[in-house]
């Protein structure tokens, strides 16, 4: 077996194991395999062990991607800062946006989003640690985000993001997703569409999932320690 199958066979492994404890139905967390940095061929081999979902943080870098994969069902996720005057690609290829943190971006993807394509669905990163340095707005600020991205017809406002400061203290990962599912849980009652969680990496996955986590994004653990000087 290659080294992305068994390690693909890891960690849905230990997602399905962080389900079961947390009593939640089997299939209640998607696999977000995050690829950046990685060659398509890469991403090829983790199709044929049937993951179809991708994370992608570069736009250059994953718009040869998606042209490279094109004859394959993926499911492109978009996980990294927006710029503003980058939205257009992003709107035309992806399918799910997980970084949408300001009115501004979501507008732009909305209205750039082409008229044949489904909805693009998107989640509102949120800085639930309230670090100075973090992407994502401030919690107080997500009900009217919301509110107003729910208008665009082309947009479908799935649900939430986060990137929690990193802690081995897992009572602390807790508490912090913990805030997260309670941030979607006021969200559902004026906006009940919204059914997804994207929380959790490698170190804090199990945390998320026990916290309603519907979609942890992994990298990795699955393709090896990227080489950025590459
Ligand atoms: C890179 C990245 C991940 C995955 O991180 P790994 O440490 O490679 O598992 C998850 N989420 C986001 C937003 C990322 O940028």
């Known amino acids: 077996m290659s080294t992305i199958a068994s390690n693909l066979e890891t960690v849905c492994q230990q997602v399905q194991m962080a389900v079961a404890q947390a009593g939640r139905p089997e299939n209640a967390v998607t696999l977000l395999a995050v690829s950046k940095t990685r060659p398509a061929a890469d991403l090829r081999a983790a199709y044929a062990e049937g993951q179809r979902d ?15 994969l094109a004859d394959l069902p993926l499911c492109w996720h978009f996980i990294g800062p927006i710029q503003s005057n980058k939205t257009r690609p992003v709107a035309e290829h992806f399918h799910w946006v997980h970084s949408v943190e300001r009115e501004k971006i979501g507008r732009r993807l909305a209205e750039q989003r082409p008229a044949g394509m489904p909805p693009l669905n998107i989640c509102l990163q949120v800085n639930i640690s309230g670090e100075a340095s973090k992407s994502g707005c401030l919690p107080e600020d997500v009900p009217a985000l919301a509110a107003a991205l729910t208008q665009q017809p082309a947009l479908v406002v799935r649900g939430l ?51 309603g986590s519907t979609m942890v994004r992994i990298g990795t653990a699955i393709f090896g320690a990227r080489d950025y000087s590459a």
């Open 54 to 68: 991708f994370g992608e943080n570069y736009l250059q870098e994953s718009l040869e991607k998606i042209d490279a």
């Open 161 to 211: 993001m986060a990137i929690p400061q990193a802690t081995d203290d897992e009572a602390e990962q807790r508490a912090v997703f913990g805030r997260m599912q309670q941030l979607l849980c006021d969200l559902q009652t004026d906006h009940p569409q919204m059914d997804t969680l994207s929380m959790g990496m490698s170190g804090d996955m199990t945390a998320a999932i026990a916290a």
